[in-house]
């Protein structure tokens, strides 16, 4: 496993070395080190937090975007709970829980040391995918470092084993400068998100001997709205991509971008992480007996945790990948200093999260896609036409990498049309016969 993918191989000698911090600038993964003067200045409560944080990244193996998720939500909690004077996690009451759950739906304070009125340094598009990677494991980290199991581990959905639907990014109201405004209020998704966070901290300092008793656990987070996931037709996605033109440096790469996410069902985050020697083409060997032996094409992809595994990739998005390296690639390289990503940007460095969001974005539109197409309904997509054309729900998950196969069976849920035209075609009597 390549060293440069890898987050927990970092030495873990504190928060100095691991440069985790949700109370010390605007990012919850801060400057790479803490001095004395930070620590000094925090209070238990967010002393207390912060461990949690490093024990999300270091034993956890949590992703950045999930531990991000958490320490904004968990920001919020130390500053609410800051109002109401409580600085020491030992002093938390399960009404001051609940009080907080109901602040989320409709604020009435503002938060001080929250930055009232902070940005979100997440765009839009990353933290729709950031938020929907991290519902995927939400329920099981949660249950996992509870130690109860999935009845009182999360949150809505995962007290059923169902992953929970992170809801929309938190948001702050506009305000005139130097007056201070409330937060916007969260709705059922968003609230059982942040609460889920809430619950897994308590639960991780009576795991820890920090505190002696959990006042979140008699706490009961709103339920999630179920939605189905966001996929397209078989025509949809070869109209999409059917847009690149790939007479251009920039097309040929846009076509193995797209042919990349829907052979792979890869995240967006996964993609951009992988490297030219992470592809292997299909090829053939001889064995001892000269006989031939075809060697399949696959990618390898590093998930959540760092995470290895290795998916199939098809004979198209092969053909487009060899077109996009021989015939692109050098041109865009020839203008950085070299690396190992698979695909770069104009400078020739490893392409970003939000040039591969405008590329989606532009190819949807061009292909008279909805406007709420993203990167993750290529993901979608993938496992949906997966399922519809006969593959095992096992399989499914490992192409996904989800850890549970509970966050798979959504995509198995059928829509009233559906269910109604396999009625039609199956029925002996759905029809009148002449």
């Known amino acids: ?54 024990h999300l990244r270091v034993e956890r193996g949590g992703s950045e975007h999930t531990i ?9 909690y130390s500053a609410y709970m800051a109002t109401l004077g ?18 989320l739906a409709a604020p009435t304070v503002p938060l001080a040391g929250f930055e009232v009125g902070e940005k979100n340094t997440q765009n839009a598009q990353e933290s729709q995918e950031a938020q929907e990677e991290a519902a995927e494991s939400l329920a099981l980290m949660i249950a996992s470092e509870s130690g109860r199991g999935t009845g009182n581990g999360g949150a809505g959905n995962a007290r059923s084993g169902q992953p929970e639907k992170a809801g929309a990014p938190e948001k702050e109201m506009p305000t005139a400068e130097g007056v201070p405004s409330l937060p916007l209020p969260l709705g059922p998704n968003s609230i059982a998100r942040t609460m889920a966070a809430v619950r897994g901290v308590h639960a991780f ?44 440096a920039t ?21 951009l992480n992988a490297d030219i020697d992470d592809v292997h083409f299909e090829g053939t060997l001889t064995d001892e007996d000269s006989n031939q032996i075809i060697l ?13 595994r290795l998916v199939p990739i098809g004979s198209y998005a092969q053909k487009a990948i060899q077109d996009y390296l021989v015939r692109a690639r050098p041109t865009f390289v020839a203008h950085g200093k070299g690396t190992a990503a698979l695909f770069v940007n104009g400078r020739g460095g490893r392409l970003g999260r939000q040039g591969a969001w405008l590329i989606l974005k532009e190819a949807a539109e061009a292909a008279g896609l909805s406007s709420d197409f993203s990167p993750h309904s290529m ?46 075609m199956a029925h002996p009597r759905a029809h009148e016969r002449g």
């Open 68 to 76: 991000a998720s958490y320490g904004r939500d968990l920001r919020r």
């Open 1 to 54: 496993m390549k060293q440069a993918k890898s987050t927990a191989s970092k030495t873990f000698c504190g928060a100095s070395l691991l440069g985790v911090s949700s109370f010390a600038g605007s990012s919850v993964l801060g400057s790479s080190t803490l001095g004395s003067s930070h620590q000094e200045g925090q209070t238990p409560l967010q002393k207390a937090i912060d461990q949690y944080l490093i």
């Open 251 to 271: 097309g040929l790469r846009n076509r193995a971008i797209l042919e990349f996410l829907y052979a792979t069902g890869a995240r967006v985050s996964e993609m």
């Open 379 to 424: 993901r979608h997509s993938f496992a949906t036409h997966l399922l519809q054309g006969g593959a095992d729900i096992r399989v499914v998950q490992e192409l996904l990498g989800h850890a549970s196969i509970a966050t798979t069976q959504v995509y198995t849920k059928v829509t009233p049309e559906g269910l109604m035209e396999v009625y039609r």
């Open 205 to 248: 300092w009576v795991s820890a001997l920090i505190v002696p008793t959990d006042p979140a656990a008699p706490v009961t987070p709103p339920k999630n709205v179920k939605r189905l996931p966001k996929a397209v037709s078989v025509e949809d996605i070869q109209r999409l991509l059917a847009v690149p033109d790939c007479e251009t």
């Open 296 to 308: 399949p094409g696959y990618v390898r992809l590093f998930g959540k945790g760092n995470k290895e």
């Open 86 to 103: 409580v600085i020491d996690p030992e002093r938390i009451t399960t009404a001051q829980v609940r009080s907080f759950m109901r602040e």
